[in-house]
Nanobody, 122 residues
Framework: VQLQASGGGLVQVGGSLRLSCAAS????????VGWFRQAPGKEREFVAA????????YYADSMKGRSTISRDNAKNTVHLQMNSLKPEDTAVYYC????????????????WGQGTLVTVSS
């Protein structure tokens, strides 16, 4: 399965962005999907994840209350709505998919999108 992340851009502090992860090649309705981010000079870190059914979600502490992950399996798409953005949210955001359960460990994800840049300006 191929993943395509989109929706990044430049936004001011306190603003919102909605990232999308579109799958192609085959349906990814049986995979859990996670979002990760990597800021310059830093390691990749977990942001949020959702089970294949969409029934369970998991967020990094830094994103709780400010973001919502959702999926539309009919459209093979997962979204990450981010609100109240801060300068420290600036990073390249990646979506990834893995079979079975969701995980916050990036090493457990098999499929990766190319990343979309989010820049939060103050």
């Amino acid at each position: 399965v191929q993943l395509q992340a989109s929706g990044g851009g430049l936004v001011q502090v306190g603003g919102s962005l909605r990232l999308s992860c579109a799958a192609s090649g085959r349906t990814f309705a049986s995979e859990a999907v996670g979002w990760f981010r990597q800021a310059p000079g830093k390691e990749r870190e977990f942001v949020a994840a959702i089970t294949w059914s969409g029934g369970l979600t998991y967020y990094a502490d830094s994103m709780k209350g400010r973001s919502t992950i959702s999926r539309d399996n009919a459209k093979n798409t997962v979204h990450l709505q981010m609100n109240s953005l801060k300068p420290e949210d600036t990073a390249v955001y990646y979506c990834a998919a893995r079979i079975r359960s969701m995980s916050r460990n990036s090493n457990e994800y098999k499929y990766w999108g190319q990343g979309t840049l989010v820049t939060v300006s103050s």
